[in-house]
Structure formats: C-alpha cells, structure tokens
C-alpha cells in the first residue's frame, strides 16, 4: 500500500426596459427589488451542473451600463436628500391607504401559484367600496361634468327661466349677507392656498424620493456590477472576468498551462527517483516472500524442512521504510507534483471547464437580468429619466399651474365680492352689472381646474393604491412573510431551498445588524449522501482547492523546518540497510523444529541431550549475532552456527571431508559405535544442512536491462554530468516518457540468495542518496514555482470569488427603496392626489358660493332693468 500511495499516476501534459407607464416604471421597482436579489442568488447555486458551452461571461453592454451606473450615481446621489426619512409617518399614511386589509397581501398569501394572485385580487377589487375609496375623485369628475353642463345653461340669457332665485323686483343684500359671501371667499381663498402648499410640498416629496430612489438604485447597480469596498463585495463583472480569465486559462496553449508544462516536465525525474525507490522495495518484498524463499526446496522440490526467519522478520521493517518514502519530502514533492498534474490533465480540465460554465451561466442570466432591469434607471433619456424629469419639472409646474389659476380665480371673487359691497348700484340708482359679470367668469372658468384636479388626483389616488399594497409588503417584509407569500411570487419555499431563502431573507436582505456583511455560499448549501447540510462554500473550496491544498500542506509538513530531509539518513532507511548489510541471510535459516521432531530420520538425534542442539542450528558455519534484529529465539544471543554441531558429532567418531560446495563446514563421521543411532541420525541432519546450502531452488528477482534480457546491476547506477541523466538505473522509458521496472525471477543457490539480499543495501543507499539529489534540486521549483503558479491561477482567484459573494449592501439598498420609494415616493404621490383633490373641493366650494352670488346679483340687474324698460326708461 505504502508502495502504490507514491506510485500515483501523473495527467499527460497539456497539448495544446424599457418602461411604459409610471404605474409599470414602479411596480418593476418594488417587485425586482424584493425577488430578483432574492431568488436570484438561490437559483444561481442551485442550478445544475452539467456539460456547456463557454459562455461570453461580459459583453460591451455590461460595461457600458456599468460606466452609466456609476455616472449615474455621482449625479444622482448628488441631488438626493439625505435627511431623515419619517418612517413611521410613511407607515401611517401606507396603511392609511391599503385601509383595514392589503388585498395584495392577502391575495399572495392565499395563492398556491402565480395565477391565482390576479384572481383574488380581482375579487376583492370588485368591491364597490374598494372601488370608490380608491377612485372618488374620479367619481367627482364625472359629476362635475354633469353638474356643469346642467349649470352652465342657465348662464345663457334665453335661459332665464331655468335660473333659481330669480326676483320680479330688485331686492338689495343687507351688510350681514355681504360679509357672509366675503367671509365664505376668504375660507375658500385659505384652502386653496392650503392645497396649493400641500400640492408643492407633495411633489417636493416625490422628486426626493425618486431622487433618493435613483441615488439607491443607481448605486445597486454599480455595487452588483463592479462591486463595492464598504461592505465589501466582490462585484458581478469582477467575478465574471476572474471567472473567464480562469476558463480560458484552462484552454490549451494559455500562459499558465505552458509554465505549468515547462515545471511538470522540468520535475519529472523526483518522480522517477522516488518511482524507482518504491519499485527497489517492492521488489525486495516480493522476492523475501517467495515460498522457495521462505521454506527452501530440493532439486525435486521437496521441502528441506527449513525456513527463512530473516525473510519473515524483513517485512515489518520494510513496511517502515515505505511509510518513511511515503511521507518523505521526495514523496510529498511528487504528491504535490501529482495533485497539481491530476488537476490540470486534459480530462480534468474539461471537467472543470463543464462544471464552470454550466454553474456560471445562471449568474450570467442573473448578471444579465440586473443589468436589464436597472438599465433604464441609468440610461439617459431613458423612460425612467424621462418619468424622474416630468415628477421633477412638470410635477411642480402642473401643481402651480392648478394653484395660481385658483388663485385668479380667488382674486377674481375677491373682486366681484368687493364691487358688490362698494357700488352694487351707481350713481343714479342703477345696478352694476360687473358684479354678476365676474361672478359668471369665475364659476364659469372654475370647471376646467375643478375638473382637472379631481381627474389627476383620482388617477394618482388608483395609482398609489397598489403601489401602498406594495410598499407594505416590503417594509414588513421577513423571512416568515416570504414563506407566506412565497407560492404567490412563484418562490419555492418547501425544503432546502425554502431554509435557503429565508437565511438569505433575515441575513442579507432584511437584516436589522448593520455592520453584517454576511457570506452568500455560507447560506446557500447542498446535502451530502448521509443527508448532512455542506454549505457552497465548502463544496467549492473542495472541489477546486482542496486535493491541491492537502497535497501542498503534506509537502510542508514533510519539509518540516524549511530545509528538504534526507532520505538516505533516515532511521527507517539505515534500519532496513543495516539489517541487509550485517545479517547474513545463512545465519537466519533455520530448521522447523516441529519438521524435524516429525522426520523418522531425525528422532534419534532429538532424543540425544547432546546431539538435539542441532535443531537450532543455522546454515552459517560459525555462530552469528544478530544485529539490528532479535534472534529467533529472543533476545541478542548469538545464532550456532554448523561449526559447533559438526564438533558434538565429530566425538562419536572419525569426521570425513566437507560433503557441500556451498558449505565447507558440513562434515559427517564414520560413527564409532555402528549401534549409535544418535551418530547416524546427526550425520542424516548434516546431510539435510548440504541439501539446502547446495539447492539452487531459491528465488533471486534480478532487474532487466532495456533488451528486457540481460541482468542489471543497480548497484553501478551513476549520475552522467554531460547528459545530464541517470545512467544504468535499471528503468525502461516507454513511448509515453514513463520510466518502468522490469524484472525476471532466476534461481539461485543460498549464497547467492544470500548475496543479493546483501546487495540491496548498496542499491537502497543508491536510490535513496538519488532521491536526495532530486530534491535537492527539484523542491524549489516544485514548493515555490508550481505553488506560486497554482496560487496565481487557481487558489488566490477562486478564493477571491468565494469569500467575496457577500450581501452586506443589499440590506442599505433594500431600505433606501423602501425609504425613498415608498415612505418619500409613494407617499408624496398620495399627499399631491389628496392635495388636487382638496383643492378641486374648495374650488368646489368657490364657485357654489360664486354661482349663488350670480344669480343673486344676475337676478336684481335683469329685474331692475325689465322695470325699467316697462316705464320706459333705458339703461
């Protein structure tokens, strides 16, 4: 295991609105404003990820409008008021205006889907008393069009018939009657100028509320776009251009692909150093636990009822020689090497760029959906800067419009009054006829303003109306109230993506802490398959950083002090190398103890106190210590070895020549007593030892030259300083550029087991001294250039993105609309239609008073003058 975690694969190297209408321009305010922020966000994490296309992730439109937005702000934010805004005023005079039920609140609350909203709407506007506290002035129009047609015919002198109050005689008004009609004047004169201020003051309202509506607007806009520092938030375009600069970073041929080749490839022998390290220990603990190895066999196979303890005791210290390669520097620089690789390999890039563009193309439509909606706020000439200049401009000029011609009006009657009471009649008795005349004028001209107020004051009135229903909603809005109307606005509101809305709603939009500047991926999460919640946040750190991380945190933790370990002087290594160097391989094979007690040849020799020794005898001919490594039997004792043994049988008679090649040592004896089955049995046992110390069935696992024939001697593996390459390392290239082991198992004798076990130490002080070298050279380039390459183009980027989605500005946007749209807006809409429509009753009241007063006046000239023509005078 240890051996395949540092043999990890590395990836090829790359190849290469408009508005139509006041009502609309403000309904699209309020509504975007409360959803889009909103469902918006939600949608742009919950989207899924599948294959796309690459994505044109900033047009010229969005920096043109961006450019605007900023502009636009300056200018806009210049105008506004920033005065204190009297909320609660606001939500007197809004729920003042929705009365005792919002009948838009209720419809969205009962509403399962977006359809049913206008149906409920619908019922309740049916209303006859909704329909007439919200349109009365319009009522009143249309009455006084009627009244004054049937008024305006008795103006006509054929008509005198139709007239009320007409006198057979003259009759003179009394002073009381004349103050009264001057007292009534002056009334109507004070609540004219009363509705004139209040009109003014109305449209004041309105122009700073659009205007503050404007400076928020305008500054949202550039705030979602290029982002902001105070909250601090990211930007969408900023996102965006990181986003693409990323893509197109994956593309073949990019700047960071061709700096990443140029590191992979110029790091390329640390993996083969730490590759052909791993194989070396592989090979040594597969050849160790060959069955031949661990239990030698005869020429034909059969057991020799031996065994290999060194073979055995090896396979833990190799194991920690592993771990110490594994977690080694050189490991941890092609971890790290491997994890950047992996990466960034052709199929993974792909990927990456799938994943980007699919996820990214949901906050492009969100990107664009702002844009669009919030354009005309910015755009010159616009309809919006149309609609913001008319409230400006017009908007005053029509209410001082309407006041000064009630106001000539009021002077008009003034006058008319005041001819009444200095000179109702000349000189000679006669009556004027300037009073009935100015009079006429003024109940006469007084429809047109009368009219006109009640008409635009109704229609501001119908306009208001929903916009108050609107409003209300807003400026009680919340995550509960969401919830409520969620089904209503088409919002999901049921599980993960309801909790999702409503921390959104109470952390972003709605929030009352002020100096909150709350994470959107922190809010926004998915579930993993044992249901646990993983916030967006994570996901993205993981799925973009975190192998990289891991693998950069384990080469640190590997480097340690700053300084690159040395592998060749690690215990573990030293440990394995020694017990290879200072141990033979002979002095650790044994005879199986329970083997030998079972051998019929061998029961003798076991039943002798002196002979019996043997069973602990190794295949070394002088007794060994072992070093670095317990004996088999515990402890430090020194291992016999063949010469004691061959001594104790050497005293039961005459000792012969060596009978083994391999071991001289070996001798059997011509037994003195041919009784003694204890001598024949021990010579039997010697001739076991020869049979394993002369079998050639041990198995010696050799590395192959490049023919793939010839053996290799990795021992004589050198550094070429004119080629700059490893020479003779036993490793074959194959067409892909990866270096590979090949090795063949040969037989071979004891000794030359014994042998090549031996060798493995001058190998292993090779590769490991090898892997050194590498490092030495290759960790900079690896700790320092591909970090800094990964931090530059992948780390520091997507970081950027994710820590700055933050929401800290919707909250000052969301209640400046509020504030200027609703409570400073629609408000000042409402004071300038209440205003017209005072004005239009004590216009009302105006010409009642100089209608009476005419026909009074009208009444006394036309009988004074049929009197005298009936005594035949003129006049």
Known sequence: ?????????????????????????????????TVVLVAGVVALWSTGVGAASAPAYIVPRDTEVSLMAKAKKVEMCAMAKNSEVDRELG????????????????????ALNQSQVQVFIMEDVKNPGFIFKAAYPIIFAIITVIIYGICCWTGCPCCRCCRACKNKEPAARGMICKLTLLGMVIVALAGILAGGITTISGVGRSVDGFDNVGCATATVLDTTLSGSINPAFIGLLPILKTI????????????????????IDSTKPIEDAVKLASDVLAVLSEALLKADNLAPKGSLKEDLLHECVLCKNLAGPIITANKALSEGAGAALVEARSAVADALGPAERTQLQDSLRAATSTLVEFKVSMRDTFSGFVEEQ??????????????????????????????????????????????????????????????GCAFIPIFLCFLIGGVLMVVSTPLSAVCDIMDRMDSTLLIDIGPGIGLKVEGDQGEMLQDIMDKCLVTQDRKSNANIMDLVFSRKPDGTKETTRDTMVMTLTGPINMAFDGLSKAIGNGTMPSMGSNTGILALRKLLGK?????????????????????????????????AVSMACADTTPDGIEAPGGGSAAIPGINGFVAKLGSRGLQSGPISTGRPCLKQVTCTNPADLACQSGNNFIGLKAQVADSNKYVCR???????????????????????????????????????????????????????????DQVMEKVFARIDTEAGKLGPEINTKLRNLVNTFLITPAMSIIDGVTCGFMPIFYRAVVDGLCFQGVVGLRMVAK???????????????????WSFAVSNYNAYVDALKKSGGSH
Not at 91 to 110: C, D, H, S, T
Not at 386 to 399: A, D, P, S, W, Y
């Open 244 to 263: 693409d600069t990323m893509d197109q970073n994956f593309n073949n041929g990019s700047a960071m692909l061709d700096d990443f080749a140029k590191i």
């Open 835 to 853: 205003s017209y429509v005072v004005l239009s009753f004590f216009m009302v009241f105006l010409a009642i008073i100089m209608y009476t007063f």
């Open 702 to 760: 050799r590395f192959l030259n490049a023919d793939k024939v010839t053996t290799c001697d990795l021992t004589l593996m050198f550094w070429n300083s004119v080629t700059m390459t490893w020479n003779n390392d036993c490793t074959i290239k194959d067409i892909s550029g990866k270096k590979n082991m090949y090795t063949k198992d040969t037989y071979c004798t004891m000794q030359e087991f014994e042998d090549y076990l031996k060798g493995f």
């Open 382 to 443: 616009s309809s919006v800067d149309k609609f913001q200049k008319i409230i400006k401009k017009q908007g005053v000029l029509i209410g001082l419009v309407f006041c000064i011609w009630a106001l000539i009006l009021v002077l008009f009657s003034c006058c008319g009054t005041c001819c009444c009471f200095a000179r109702e009649k000349k000189s000679d008795g006669q009556y004027s006829a300037t009073p009935h005349r100015i009079a006429c004028c003024v109940w």
């Open 1 to 33: 295991q240890a051996a395949a975690q540092v043999r990890r694969r590395v990836a090829d190297p790359p190849t290469q609105p408009s508005l139509q209408s006041k009502r609309v321009l403000c309904a699209a305010m309020s509504r975007r404003c």
């Open 583 to 615: 141990n033979p391989a002979s002095a650790f094979v044994l005879p199986v103890k329970d083997k030998i007690n079972g051998d019929s040849r061998f029961t003798a020799m076991m039943s002798d106190t002196d002979l019996r020794a043997g069973v």
């Open 91 to 110: 939500r007197r005079e809004i729920a003042n205006a929705v009365g005792g039920n919002n009948i838009v609140l209720a419809a969205l609350e009962k």
